[in-house]
């Protein structure tokens, strides 16, 4: 048996459902370094799932919707990406992006490390820059992202499956953070209140060492007082159904109004 030891971990854990929807002839996006990345350890991880979660529905609509999203910001002119706790993805070595495009990844130094080791013989199709930083380090994460956003006009932050398990001061001062960096526009994804408590009990077996946490009843207006605004949202369950990866005994579920249930992949913009 493999359990999650840690939100690390996790990132081995979305590179195999990467990994199961690529092989499929209808796959919804191609990444061919997903089965490589996730190795034997997260097929033994997604073995430990429920079975209803086990085809990764929810991962493979939310990398799809991150996917268009970076697509937009980069037809709306976007000149930098900086993924923030960029685990085991691979988007700098499959998407349609321009080989001009700076392209920047942080995360802890163990998984730095171990992303270059296994992409060592690989090429990027842009500028791709790695740097090891501990984003939960407040000083360290303002310089990082001044650093990183400096030069850029219009620069683009993605915070994929970071923020639920962060407390709600900790993504209030990243809020901050980001906008006093000068960031054009922040992709994430965000929990419902209720997936939040939910994801508390299955936390306790997967994931005991950090549960999930952030999923504020207001939505995004919780970051309204950095001068967040909406752009774009769409509910990861709907998304999966319309895409057909939904299980049918979760189908009823997109009945709820959007918000209530289930994880939302948004873009907020500034200025």
Known sequence: MSEIADVSDTARWVATFRARESSRPDALFHDPYAALLAGERGEAMVAQTSALARNGWSFTARTKLIDDLITDCLGDGCDRVVNLAAGLDARPYRLDVPDDLVWVEADLPVMVEEKE??????????????RSVDLADAKQRKQFLAAQVAGAQRAVVITEGLLPYLADDDVRAMSADLAEAGVRWWITDMMSPADVRIGRRVSRKQLASTPVRFGPEEGTGFFAPDGWTEIDAESVLRAAARFKRLP????????????????????????
Do not use: N
């Open 248 to 271: 049918w005994p979760l189908r009823p579920l997109c009945l709820l109004p959007v918000g209530k249930f289930g994880s939302t992949v948004v873009r907020l913009a500034r200025g």
């Open 117 to 130: 080791r296994a992409l060592a013989d690989e090429k990027p199709r842009c500028e791709l820059v790695r």
